[in-house]
Each structure stands twice: as C-alpha cells, then as structure tokens.
DNA sequence: CAAAATCTAAGTGTATCGCTTAGTGGCTTT
DNA sequence: AAAGCCACTAAGCGATACACTTAGATTTTG
C-alpha cells in the first residue's frame, strides 16, 4: 500500500514542522506544505493529495472558502479542517464547506491518525471536543422552547392550526380558502385569532413560530 | 449523605427488577416503582425521589408528556429519560420536556451510575450513542445545504441581504425603511428583486429562505 | 340550561404584493 | 471613450393582505 499523502495548509512553519514531526511515517508522506491558499492551489497543479489538513485563518483566503473550492473542484480530496477555533458557526460552515472533519488546534497524534484513518474510508471525523460543542448547541437550542409553556395545541383549535399550517407552508389566503371550502375572510379571521391568541405582530412571526413549534418542516 | 432516591417508571416488570438489581446499592435506593402515569403521581404524593427514571412508552400517558408535567411540577425532580427509541425527535421532545439526561435501553450499568450522578450534579447527561445521533443530525442537516448552489452571498447583494435579513427578523417595510434612511417604495423594489432573483413567490418563502440559509437565528 | 369557545363572515382603513418604468452611479467589455 | 451591465434608488398602480372590529351560528363545557 503507497503512504497516504498529505498536504498542510497552515501558515505557521512552527506548526507545520510540529505536525510533520507527528505524523510523517511509513505510511504517511506529506506531500506539501502550502501557507497560503496560491501556494497550495500551485500545489494541487502537479499532484493531488488524498488529505489536506487546513487551517481556517490564512492569509490570502479563508480555509473554509478553500475548501468549499476544493471539493468543488477535486470531489476525491478529504479535507480534514485543523483550526484554534471552537465556535459553531465555524463548524458548521466548515461542514457545509464539504470538509471531512475538524479537529482543534488541542488535538493529540492519536486523535490525528485516527481522524486520517476515518476520513479516508469514506467517514466524517468530529473530535471529542468539537462533538460535544454541537451536541451542547443542539441542546440549548432544543431547550430554548421550554419555557414556552404555549403547546400550539393547548392554545389553538384546530382549525386555527390547520389554518396556521397551511399559511406557514406557503399558501395565500385565497387558496387555503379553496382548499377549505370557507370565505376568504374566515381565513383572515383565524389569522387573526391566532395572532392575537400568541401575542404575535406580523405575518413573519406567525411562520416563525410555526417552525418554533414543528408545525411545518422547513 | 443519605442514599439516592430513585423511582422507577416502566411498565414492564422484569426491567424493573432488572434495573433495581444493577443499581440498588448503599448508596441508591429505589424508593418506588410506577408501571404507569397515575402512579407515578401517587407515589410523588407521598415522598419525592432525586431522581425519575423514566420510560417513553407507558400504557396511560406518554413518558415525554409526564416529563414535561413532573419537570413543571417539581423542578428539582431530575428526569433520566430510558428508552429503546433513539429517533431523534424523541431526543429533542425529551430535552424540550425538561429531561436532564437520556440513556438508551442497552446502556450499561456504568454509564447509568455516570449518568445519575451527572444529573444529581445539576449537569445533562446523555450517552454516546444518543450524542452519535444528534452529532449525526446535525452534520446531515448542515450538509443538506451543500448542494444548494444558491449561496446567497453569491445571488443577493450587500443591500439585498441586509433587507432580507431585517425583513425577516420581523421588521415592517416602514421600519427597514427608516432605519436605512430609505424611501418604502425602495424597500419593496429591494425586495421584488430579491423574489425575482430567488424565484419565490411569497413572504412565506422568503422567510424560509432566510432561516434556511441561516441569515437569521429562530 | 347557561356560558364559553369555536367557526363562520363581513366592513374598513392601511400596508404590502407584484408588476412596470426609470434615473444615477460604478464597473467591465469592446 | 462608448456601450453595456448591475446595484441602488424611487415611484405608479391595481390587486391582495393586514389588523382591527363586529356579529351570527354552532359546538363544547361547566
């Protein structure tokens, strides 16, 4: 079996070498080193690697922009995302991005091979770390409804939800009107009755909180 | 210190006392047992356990639903949801319901001792394969708009997307109007453009755009 | 049975929709 | 330099929807 060939795209040499020192092996060449995002598309000119390890913050462009690049352009590449930062939002960009992991800049040499291994067979690797930030986020978010005691289903009568439904689904009043055999004015009543059972101003907030509480899929 | 109280609700015996011989110790006590909502609620009546373990599945009400009940009843009862189901929504109605932890039905005796002793602890519990799930979750649902080419960074512009944002975060025309120190009649051009761009056809939509492509929290 | 809630419908003034036209300024293409 | 494109701005206009009010009929609840 050839090693596995990497490409560090990370601008700080310390950081490079430390990692190379880590992983090089019989079984893993890192191919190239890029510190900017020029660097390793001249790179990615001459030959492909099977992984890139990329931080997010580069000079030229972001790690996140690179690799939604990347993948755009070489699908078969894994990039695994190695970066200092923990915020969600990094995460989850770096997902849609189409990378393959993230690991913090914390990582053991363990969690890295493991996380080499993973990626290459075709699966995604989240590090402990990274895993439990998503799983708190997830959480919080869910929690976030507790206290909102208002169970659509305590409050509004079914019609009203079913009206509600429909409206955050995209119908216009005079099609939930045909749809329900009633008057285009009963529809706007329900609204009304809905908006003013909820506490709610605009039609914005109606379909937000139809979301809130799962009575549509988004 | 007094041993844990414990009341176990499931309605299937031979888990009870399946449960009651992995965990009953010096130190855990399982101070009642409920094979249903209404005695689960006879036996609150009499004495307050630390902790509920509760099961989803009962013959009267659900486990979520008693959940929420017992949680808003007495809010220093610790509920530990046990359950077979691992679909996710049951998770997210479990931690909605005011659950602090959820275990799957083949966890093991120590991961039930971490798990009470988390939540006697004030923290949330919930075991590796339910944190698995909602990891999964989470990557499948941010990995869903991958393949919507539509970035809308990309359609929109700056003017675009910053009217999009205020709109739908619930602001009326008249109100991103002022704020922009634009007349209402560009607001609504801005807007049009926006629908055109986008091909939606209603508020409703662009709505769900907006939060779909995370331009605004919910 | 009486009271309350629900479903239905309409009136009214205001706001927004959805479509069209259009002027200005910045940028690129030829 | 001229032409073309796009973003931002603005307005006209008929149709529709909003937001609030009233109100009768029916069903549910106490």
């Given at each position: 079996?050839?090693?596995?060939?990497?490409?560090?795209?990370?601008?700080?040499?310390?950081?490079?070498?430390?990692?190379?020192?880590?992983?090089?092996?019989?079984?893993?060449?890192?191919?190239?080193?890029?510190?900017?995002?020029?660097?390793?598309?001249?790179?990615?000119?001459?030959?492909?690697?099977?992984?890139?390890?990329?931080?997010?913050?580069?000079?030229?462009?972001?790690?996140?922009?690179?690799?939604?690049?990347?993948?755009?352009?070489?699908?078969?590449?894994?990039?695994?995302?190695?970066?200092?930062?923990?915020?969600?939002?990094?995460?989850?960009?770096?997902?849609?991005?189409?990378?393959?992991?993230?690991?913090?800049?914390?990582?053991?040499?363990?969690?890295?091979?493991?996380?080499?291994?993973?990626?290459?067979?075709?699966?995604?690797?989240?590090?402990?770390?990274?895993?439990?930030?998503?799983?708190?986020?997830?959480?919080?978010?869910?929690?976030?409804?507790?206290?909102?005691?208002?169970?659509?289903?305590?409050?509004?009568?079914?019609?009203?939800?079913?009206?509600?439904?429909?409206?955050?689904?995209?119908?216009?009043?005079?099609?939930i009107a045909d749809r329900l055999f009633i008057s285009i004015r009963t529809v706007e009543s329900h609204k009304n009755h809905i908006m003013?059972?909820?506490?709610?101003?605009?039609?914005?907030?109606?379909?937000?909180?139809?979301?809130?509480?799962?009575?549509?899929?988004?």
């Amino acid at each position: 079996m050839p090693p596995i060939k990497i490409i560090l795209t990370e601008d700080h040499q310390i950081l490079r070498d430390g990692i190379k020192a880590l992983i090089a092996s019989a079984n893993i060449t890192i191919s190239g080193e890029a510190s900017t995002g020029q660097e390793l598309w001249k790179l990615l000119d001459k030959d492909l690697p099977d992984i890139i390890l990329m931080d997010i913050s580069l000079p030229d462009t972001s790690g996140i922009e690179l690799t939604r690049l990347v993948t755009e352009k070489y699908p078969e590449i894994k990039v695994l995302i190695l970066s200092m930062y923990t915020d969600e939002s990094f995460i989850n960009q770096a997902i849609k991005a189409g990378a393959k992991g993230y690991l913090h800049k914390n990582t053991t040499r363990e969690e890295m091979l493991v996380a080499i291994d993973t990626v290459l067979s075709g699966n995604d690797f989240y590090s402990d770390n990274i895993s439990k930030i998503i799983l708190k986020n997830y959480i919080e978010k869910a929690k976030l409804n507790i206290n909102e005691i208002d169970n659509p289903n305590e409050i509004l009568s079914k019609r009203e939800i079913e009206i509600l439904k429909m409206f955050a689904e995209g119908f216009i009043n005079k099609e939930i009107a045909d749809r329900l055999f009633i008057s285009i004015r009963t529809v706007e009543s329900h609204k009304n009755h809905i908006m003013q059972k909820l506490n709610l101003k605009t039609q914005v907030e109606l379909v937000k909180y139809a979301i809130r509480h799962n009575l549509i899929n988004i």
